[in-house]
């Protein structure tokens, strides 16, 4: 567990190292907390770290969102992704799933410009999928702002693994 006085007392190099893996290939965001040390606690760092995500730019957010694995296919996973798939059994798909994954991955990243984005803590492939189908019918604008809010769901439940740990 990460307490509030280590918070503080992390070096740079130490505070990317462990916040800079919360936002997926995005290191950036930790680089900016960084400067707004020292931290009350650890919802004071928590709702920096969202804030400095939340007024990220369109095209801050657009790389934000690039930078997230294709679900399933993706053979080069960051390790929490890795884990937060495994967990939800996407690495145990039947052949179908398999390649119903692919065809909405592509067809999907096509028509928004980029890959879909779900938290999946606490779902299983059938509910992720069933998720995948009806998204994918959304306009651009909508599933823009939803990806937005699946990110910030990933990154609060890392920061909550993180600092339960």
Same mark, same amino acid.
Not at 20 to 38: D, M, R, S, Y
């Given at each position: 567990m990460?307490?509030?006085?280590?918070?503080?007392?992390?070096?740079?190099?130490?505070?990317?190292?462990?916040f800079?893996?919360?936002?997926?290939?995005t290191?950036?965001?930790?680089?900016?907390?960084?400067?707004?040390?020292?931290?009350?606690n650890?919802?004071?760092?928590?709702?920096?770290?969202?804030?400095?995500?939340?007024?990220s730019s369109?095209?801050?957010?657009?790389?934000?969102?690039?930078?997230?694995?294709?679900?399933?296919?993706?053979?080069?996973?960051?390790?929490?992704?890795?884990?937060?798939?495994?967990?939800?059994?996407?690495?145990?798909?039947?052949?179908?799933?398999?390649?119903?994954?692919?065809?909405?991955?592509?067809?999907?990243?096509?028509?928004?410009?980029?890959?879909?984005?779900?938290?999946? &803590?606490?779902?299983?492939?059938?509910e992720i999928?069933?998720?995948?189908?009806?998204?994918?019918?959304?306009?651009?604008?909508?599933?823009?702002?939803?990806?937005k &809010?699946?990110?910030?769901?990933?990154?609060?439940?890392?920061l909550?693994?993180?600092?339960? &740990?």
């Amino acid at each position: 567990m990460i307490l509030k006085s280590n918070l503080n007392n992390l070096n740079r190099d130490e505070f990317i190292s462990l916040f800079g893996v919360i936002f997926e290939k995005t290191q950036w965001i930790a680089e900016k907390l960084f400067e707004l040390k020292p931290f009350k606690n650890k919802d004071d760092l928590i709702n920096k770290m969202i804030q400095i995500y939340e007024s990220s730019s369109k095209n801050e957010t657009l790389n934000i969102l690039r930078a997230h694995p294709k679900l399933v296919v993706e053979k080069n996973l960051t390790e929490h992704s890795n884990q937060e798939q495994s967990r939800s059994n996407l690495k145990s798909c039947t052949k179908e799933e398999f390649d119903e994954f692919i065809k909405l991955n592509n067809e999907y990243e096509k028509k928004f410009g980029f890959p879909f984005i779900i938290a999946v &803590k606490d779902k299983d492939k059938i509910e992720i999928l069933n998720n995948f189908r009806q998204r994918i019918n959304n306009d651009i604008e909508f599933e823009f702002k939803e990806s937005k &809010k699946q990110v910030r769901k990933i990154a609060l439940f890392r920061l909550d693994e993180l600092f339960t &740990k």
